[in-house]
């Protein structure tokens, strides 16, 4: 479960998230829907523990502890994955030496064994099938090279593999075409469980066709403007954002 | 006359005097001419701008006395091992029973007693190397060393490790020049060893080491450097001078670790047309460190190849150097040379100097060069973290990948392997910044 609070954050002098506030329980699907510029990925790295941002107020709750004052790392350990929105490159680290090291650095922080190349080689290969990710993908530097399509892809890879009890998926829908939308939708899908909450965040009602969500949120101007259910999404598509822009600087 | 102008002038001139009389006296007194025509370098001296080796040789050491002590060395690679300890050659430290058909393996006193001139052109090389004033210091005080031929057409398996090892307890000069002519034809790997014998040895000693690569007509030699600077207060100049005729292919990577202060210096000529060298290396330093790694290749002949990639990691309060310079003599066309420096400084104290630098005198020519400095990419690291690894697993992985990109031309995966493993460790040493 994860639990926003009456977050405010800035950057800066600015302040952009004002006020925060937002629960996803377990099994839950959350999509917050919003303008650009309104913070959406803003939230995101705060919650994964991104530098660079100040929170003045609030908490983020996962399964009920505060990890606003966990390092990135410790965050992941206790269940959080974040899907980035530009997946970074990183040439010279094989994407299979990667995944090895992510997976035992968690096991290692709960106080698992960790995984033998052998058993590692075999559970990357099992869940890379399902979606797509070829073995001279594996073999390649992690993301170097990737279309936008295949480091989306890998970025819902790393969280089948990981297991997290709490994913975010920051703008997955951007830069994917159709086929690769619907693979990508299809690994989250596969993800979803009663024990597992997911935050999805978009800009269009797109992703939610294939993602279909418990609940939708509007986020402008720094705070969840309204809630409501999957026929909220229907409406911002006919309708735009524009109710919920009034009293901004025009 | 020259005018003896300070103590370590003195110093100096007594040595050589004792030197003089320990064989090939003609040419010491030529190298010692040279030295005092250019004195110790300072930072006035171009080619030393990064590095005082005159204030940091201010008080020159005694001259080595050699070790009587028969230590049992760990073997780190399957290699054929020549060990010069304490400045002097150690036939019985070194692996010279069965030697391959086609190998000669003879001390410097040897080879300067035998006046032989295939031998002599190869311990003397010309150029630019033979310019620096450190290389004249080393032929005018040169002790020992060991000298290596291999036939023409001969392939030899096993790597030929030049092993130089330190271990007075009490601050010492050491002298050594090397030297390894590759026939016309030939195939050898090589390994060049340098370090501390014991923990016991002195932190202030002074080496000042030349290790001369003659290849021939069409040979071919694989090489692999890893110096392991001395203590806190030494003072070392590590040489590779590199003579390369028509069609001979030089492939050098080294490894340095930081130590006092530590000089490498390349020099590479190439002498005949269609001639390549690739030079590679990583240098890690941390603490006080200062490493300056100084190449100087120059392309006389046409259609040759450099292609030269440089890696530095820095912590702490460490200072390194790259300077590179590629010339390209007026009939040297259709060369082909790219040299790259990419440093990464891990806190705000330490300090890289980057210069590499193109000199070319030929119109056809391809040359390129690349320097940079910069701290790790924030953007990778969060999202390495962001999956679960703590910060300074997350950093070792990155500068891994970082030295990585210069020992992708490795060809021997031990020598990867083990390359690699002494980044890793000396990354695990260091506290996550």
Known sequence: ????????????????????????????????????????????????????????????????????????????????????QYPVEIPGVATMQFLK????????????????????MKLVREAAAKLGVSQEMLRRPLNSGFSGGEKKRMEILQMALLEPSVGILDETDSGLDIDALRVVSDGVNSLRSPQRSFLVITHYQRLLDYIRPDSVHVMAQGVIQRSGGPELALELEKNGYRDYLAGEAA | MIKLANEADAIYEAQYQTMQKSGAAQRRAGSYQAFLERGLPNRRVESWHYTDLKAALAKPAPL?????????????????????????????????????????????????????????????????????????????????????????????ARPIEFVTLVGASLPEAIFTRSALIVGAGASVKAIETAGVLERETSNATQLNHLLALRLEHDSKLDML???????????????????????????????????????????????????????????????????????????????GASHERFRTILD????????????????????????????????????????PELEIFADDVKCGHGAACGRLDQDQLFYLMARGLPRGEAQS???????????????????????????????????PS
Do not use: C
């Open chain 1, 1 to 84: 479960m994860l639990e926003i609070r009456n977050l405010h954050v800035s950057v800066g002098d600015r302040e952009i998230l004002k006020g925060l506030t937002l629960t996803v329980k377990d099994g839950e699907v959350a999509a917050i829907m919003g303008p650009n510029g309104t913070g959406k990925s803003t939230l995101s790295y705060v919650i994964a523990g991104r530098e660079g941002y100040e929170v003045t107020q609030g908490e983020v709750l996962i399964n009920g502890e505060n990890i606003l004052d966990l390092a990135p790392h410790e965050r992941a350990a206790r269940g959080l994955f974040l899907a980035f």
């Open chain 1, 101 to 120: 090291a992510m997976l035992n650095a968690q096991r290692r922080a709960r106080g698992e064994p960790e995984l033998q190349t052998p058993d590692l």
């Open chain 2, 64 to 156: 080595a006395a050699g070790d009587e002590r028969k230590p049992l060395l760990a073997r780190t690679h399957d290699s054929i091992r020549l060990v010069t300890l304490d400045g002097k050659f150690r036939p019985d430290l070194s692996d010279l029973s069965e030697l391959p058909v086609g190998l000669r393996v003879r001390s410097l006193h040897e080879a300067l007693a035998d006046d032989n001139p295939e031998i002599n052109v190869a311990l003397w090389p010309d150029g630019a190397g033979a310019e620096d004033a450190a290389v004249a210091l080393n032929g005018a005080l040169m002790q020992d060393g060991v000298v290596v031929s291999v036939s023409s057409g001969a392939t030899i």
């Open chain 2, 225 to 303: 450097s890893h110096i392991s600077g001395f203590g806190g207060d030494s003072v070392s100049v590590f040489s590779l001078n590199a003579h390369l005729a028509s069609h001979a292919q030089l492939k050098a990577h080294q490894l340095i670790e930081g130590g006092g202060l530590l000089r490498r210096q390349l020099f590479a000529a190439l002498d005949g047309e269609f001639a390549g060298a690739s030079f590679n290396g990583v240098t890690l330093a941390r603490g006080r460190q200062h490493a300056d790694t100084t190449l100087f290749v120059d392309h006389r002949q046409p259609h």
């Open chain 2, 316 to 355: 702490e309060h460490a200072i390194g150097v790259f300077q590179g310079k590629i010339v390209v003599r007026p009939g040297a066309q259709k060369t082909d040379g790219v040299m790259q420096s990419k440093a990464i400084l891990l806190s705000d104290g330490a300090t890289m100097n980057n210069k």
């Open chain 2, 397 to 431: 992985l990155l500068l891994e990948a970082f030295a990585n990109e210069s020992l992708i031309d490795i060809s021997d995966y031990r020598s990867r392997d083990f390359v690699l493993e002494r980044i890793g460790g000396w990354l695990a040493e260091r506290t």
